[in-house]
């Protein structure tokens, strides 16, 4: 186990069955170090303090649910990874899962080794994904995307937008009028690149239109290339394309 490795803490959020218990036990066996919380308000905490590295969540802890959970981690602007473990992984519930905000589904029946490996996969991919400066903005015209706040301005009104559709904007934003097909997106915004989920990309473009059209003529800024994918089509009144200011 590499340095690094060592360094990443998890927080595994379980109702003490058995199986939940193993998983436990096989993180500490691979060196994880894993933090502790006996309420909701303590885990957001240990998120927001920068304790945790990754949160695994169940379908149910302490009578939550742990999609709920997870939309509330997102809502509330927390980008670490969030996985979500299952008794059986079928197609609609790891969809529901990705759309919820989590990283990726998991099977409670995954070998101790082949769940620390996926682990430490998901930690590595998301310590290298570039991180924005500090203070660093893109502006279209009418449009401001802070990504050191995380905040989206249309015409001087803030958006209000989950995590992941922050992402999703951000990153199309970063390479206007480019072309990205559903899978590019569910790897770059997602980190997730198994087929059979690009629908999960199709419901969050879906959401994010519908509040980019609270504010007048901005909601064609994710435009649809019909049978590629989408594209970030800056507003026609800005001549020059977009700026990066920092």
């Given at each position: 186990?590499?340095?690094f490795?060592?360094s ?15 998983l ?20 957001i905490s240990?998120?927001?303090q920068?304790?945790?590295s ?9 009578q ?18 969030l ?46 994904e ?11 015209g009418?449009v ?21 559709e ?7 934003a ?28 199709n419901?969050?473009?879906n959401r ?39």
């Open positions: 186990m590499s340095e490795e060592k990443m803490s998890i927080l595994l959020l379980h109702n003490n069955t058995d199986k939940c218990q193993q436990s036990q096989s993180l500490e066996l691979a060196g994880f170090t894993l933090q502790q919380a006996n309420s909701w308000n303590k885990v240990l998120c927001q920068g304790q945790v990754l949160l695994i969540l169940t379908k149910y802890w302490q939550h649910d742990g999609l709920m959970l997870i939309r509330q981690c997102r809502q509330l602007g927390l980008t670490l990874p996985i979500f473990m299952t008794e059986v992984r079928n197609e609609a519930e790891t969809v529901l899962a990705l759309e919820s905000g989590a990283d990726d589904c998991l099977e409670m029946a995954l070998s101790a080794l082949e769940f620390s490996a996926r682990i430490r996969a998901r930690l590595r991919q998301h310590s290298s570039p991180k924005a400066p500090s203070g660093s903005q893109l502006q279209f009418g401001t995307i802070n990504t050191d706040t995380r905040e989206v301005l249309l015409d001087s009104q803030l958006l209000n937008l989950t995590a992941r922050f992402d999703l904007l951000t990153h199309l970063q390479h206007p009028n480019q072309v990205f097909s559903r899978m590019q997106l569910l790897q770059s915004v997602w980190g997730y690149s198994h087929c059979g989920y690009e629908h999960t990309v419901s969050h473009v994010l239109r519908s509040k980019l059209a609270q504010v007048d003529g901005m909601e064609e800024l994710v435009k649809t290339v019909w049978g590629v994918g989408y594209k970030f089509a800056p507003p026609k009144t800005l001549a020059l394309g977009c700026a990066l200011m920092q």
